[in-house]
Nanobody, 123 residues
Framework: VQLQASGGGSVQAGDSLRLSCAAS????????LGWFRQAPGKEREFVAAARWSGATYYSDSVKGRFTISRDNAKNTVVLQMHNLQPEDTAVYYCAGKIIRSVIVDPTSNIDYWGQGTLVTVSS
């Protein structure tokens, strides 16, 4: 099982950036795919997630600025980030959570992690 993230970089405040994550090694229809981030000196936090059905989840801090989308045929999940701010600077991690019940909390108990990709936003 592998989650391969790509697309990080350095941008200016107000710019946009696109992160992509390719999933492989299992059937992903029963896995919620998403993104977490970890800023220097802070704990890892949930950013956004998407289900196979297209349902999406967002943290309040990125709602309205970030959009997550999922291509089921390609087993990829994309995080489109707009109006980036310095506080968005972090290592972003692709994540997967197996759906085990009707109610799913995509923000915790993650089953799969990808390697991080660094996003740096300067003012």
């Amino acid at each position: 099982v592998q989650l391969q993230a790509s697309g990080g970089g350095s941008v200016q405040a107000g710019d946009s950036l696109r992160l992509s994550c390719a999933a492989s090694g299992r059937t992903w229809s029963t896995v919620v795919l998403g993104w977490f981030r970890q800023a220097p000196g802070k704990e890892r936090e949930f950013v956004a997630a998407a289900r196979w059905s297209g349902a999406t989840y967002y943290s309040d801090s990125v709602k309205g600025r970030f959009t997550i989308s999922r291509d089921n045929a390609k087993n990829t999940v994309v995080l489109q980030m707009h109006n980036l701010q310095p506080e968005d600077t972090a290592v972003y991690y692709c994540a997967g959570k197996i759906i085990r019940s009707v109610i799913v909390d995509p923000t915790s108990n993650i089953d799969y992690w990808g390697q991080g990709t660094l996003v740096t936003v300067s003012s």
